[in-house]
């Protein structure tokens, strides 16, 4: 069961992926997956300096409604997540400094709904295109031409990763913070 998957959209999937523009970018997500049984458990995702694209006025009023009405608010957005074994029970928008941030709480059933991870005992594993950048791990990073992955030891409670999106640093992006209203 080998599936290889870009970060891109390994972080697009709990987050932005539903988003219909794609013009929203990232700096990085961090997911920590705690584990009740091999197959089950809870997942935190923490998207960092979320920033748009947008060319005009239009597009930016697009990213807003997607990432400030339906990402944050729409029980459409819920729905859609189940539908793919991601059980949302929590959803927020965060402002720090001057970055806008999103932290992501879901409950799952089958450990292969959380990015494609693969249990097979004694290990669960995460792979990767050889592009991808992994941040940091509590697991082992195994490198090879063809592919990148992350591996844990089934002994542990908690598997973290943390992955590399995007630059945003960049002049063409404008942050969502200035945008954010805490209501």
């Not at 819920?78 to 949302?88: C, T, V």
């Not at 941040?135 to 908690?158: A, C, P």
Request: proline share 1%; charged share 30%.
């Amino acid at each position: 069961m080998f599936r290889k998957l870009t970060a891109l959209k390994i972080i697009s999937i709990i987050m932005l992926a539903v988003l219909m523009q794609g013009c929203l970018h990232f700096n990085t997500a961090s997911y920590k997956i705690e584990l009740k049984d091999s197959n089950s458990g809870s997942v935190t995702v923490f998207v960092k300096d979320i920033k748009s694209d947008a060319m005009d006025k239009s597009e930016l009023n697009e990213d807003k409604k997607n990432l400030f009405d339906f990402a944050l608010k729409s029980e459409k957005f819920i729905e859609q997540m189940e539908s793919e074994g991601k059980f949302i029970t929590d959803r927020k928008l965060i402002l720090d400094s001057t970055n806008l941030n999103a932290t992501i709480k879901y409950d799952f059933k089958n450990i292969n709904d959380v990015e494609g991870i693969v249990y097979e005992d004694p290990f669960y594993y995460l792979t990767l295109q050889p592009g991808d950048s992994v941040v940091s791990t509590n697991g082992k990073i195994i490198e090879s031409k063809d592919y990148k992955r992350i591996i844990w030891d089934n002994s542990l409670d908690t598997l973290e990763f943390e992955m590399f999106s995007d630059d945003t640093n960049g002049d063409n992006l404008t942050s969502m913070a200035v945008y954010y209203n805490k209501e």
